[in-house]
């Protein structure tokens, strides 16, 4: 049994950092998968055909298809033809975009109402196409498949399947505690909270920086650390917005900026050990968050907002989405933890992380592409 995997090669990629630890291992080869792997290419993706597979799985995201997809709207055409000749497609959606709302999601691109309509009359088609071209699409969430169904109710939901993305293996290596000072001049004595992932105004950064504001005065010796690289226009934007609300807030020595830090560079391992607590101040349901995914294997506190994608995704400790106060509270709720807390805390990350790594990642894909194969071409 022949798998296409047609993955991201983009660098500084969430999409492609997962599809690296899925496929990764020999899990798929044991259980008697062949992997052929291809980047989402133009040219490339019209070979999918000729490919000899018994199964394509189709990472999707739609910012690496150009322009709201553009297209990857072409490509899902062209794979629904494949489809409708007994292939069978596994489409994973990395984000679900409520097509009802198009003027907030292109807000950074047009202010124009005419084209903001048609994008959202593109967008209802795309999320049809979707569909219509895949056996089965695979949401990372609980919370993302049922952002699906409320936005398009009309989808047969036994289509719908949900993996939650496994825990990545990353292997830490010796710790630097003195590259982390000499570089972003973090010393021992001070409680370390860390943004990881590219900075997006739904994941809502600047919630953080307010809420530091609130405790740095009664509580000195907090560090946020922001380990965000540039992730495109709009969060280009937004990063520059959060440089500036440190400034007004006058916490240039409480926030570090890190810009993006390599994986192979040994200074990411000690930041995430040397963090004490992991904020996910997210405003907004999305497919799941790839960067929690990697902060877990740092076995931390983990602080989220109480949206259902983390509801079902790991034991962190909730607060109101969107209330500074509540986050506040949270926060220094963790910084006065004892040891005992703390360590019940783990414990309960530990039992999630045994039973939610990446070989169960695998083992749920391997599942579900052993259903679909063993269906009659007309039924899956």
Not at 43 to 63: D, G, M, T
Not at 180 to 185: H, V
Not at 215 to 234: D, F, H, R, T, Y
Request: overall charge positive; charged content about 15%; proline content about 5%.
């Amino acid at each position: 049994m022949t798998i296409l995997a047609v993955i991201p090669a983009r660098p500084r990629c969430g999409v492609s950092d997962y599809a690296r630890h899925l496929y990764s291992g020999t899990q798929f080869e044991t259980a008697g998968f062949r992997l052929k792997k291809i980047s989402p290419g133009f040219w490339n993706c019209l070979k999918i055909p000729f490919a000899r597979a018994s199964l394509v799985h189709l990472q999707h995201e739609y910012s690496l298809y150009g322009f709201a997809g553009c297209w990857g709207f072409l490509l899902l055409c062209y794979l629904l033809i494949l489809r409708l000749v007994g292939g069978r497609l596994v489409v994973t959606l990395h984000t679900i975009y409520n097509w009802n709302q198009a003027g907030p999601i292109f807000a950074h691109r047009t202010k124009s109402r005419l084209l903001i309509q048609a994008l959202s009359l593109y967008g209802k088609m795309y999320h049809r196409l979707i569909v219509l071209a895949a056996s089965r699409v695979v949401f990372l969430s609980e919370g993302s498949r049922a952002a699906f169904i409320q936005y398009e109710p009309w989808a047969d939901s036994q289509k719908l399947t949900v993996i939650p993305i496994g825990v990545y293996d990353l292997p830490f290596r010796a710790r630097n505690p003195a590259g982390l000072e000499a570089r972003y001049g973090i010393t021992p004595d001070e409680y370390v909270f860390t943004l990881f992932g590219f900075a997006l105004p739904n994941k809502g950064y600047h919630l953080a920086i307010e809420a530091l504001k609130t405790l740095s005065a009664a509580q000195p010796g907090l560090k946020l650390l922001i380990v965000s690289g540039e992730p495109g226009e709009g969060g280009a934007q937004y990063l520059t917005s959060l440089k500036d609300l440190v400034k007004r807030l006058a916490l240039e020595k409480a926030v570090v900026f890190t810009g993006f830090i390599p994986f192979d560079d040994p200074l990411l391992d000690e930041a995430l050990l040397r963090t004490q607590c992991f904020l996910y101040p997210y405003l907004k349901e999305s497919a799941t968050s790839g960067s929690l995914a990697t902060t877990l294997s740092a076995r931390k506190i983990y602080l989220t907002s109480d949206l259902e994608m983390f509801r079902g995704f790991t034991p962190g400790i909730k607060f109101r989405a969107g209330d500074v106060g509540d986050l506040a509270a949270k926060m220094l709720q963790v910084h006065q933890m004892n040891s005992n807390t703390q360590a019940s805390a783990q414990e309960q990350l530990q039992i999630y992380l045994v039973g939610n790594n990446a070989a169960a990642m695998r083992k749920r894909h391997m599942v579900c592409f052993m259903q679909l194969l063993e269906q009659p071409p007309r039924q899956n």
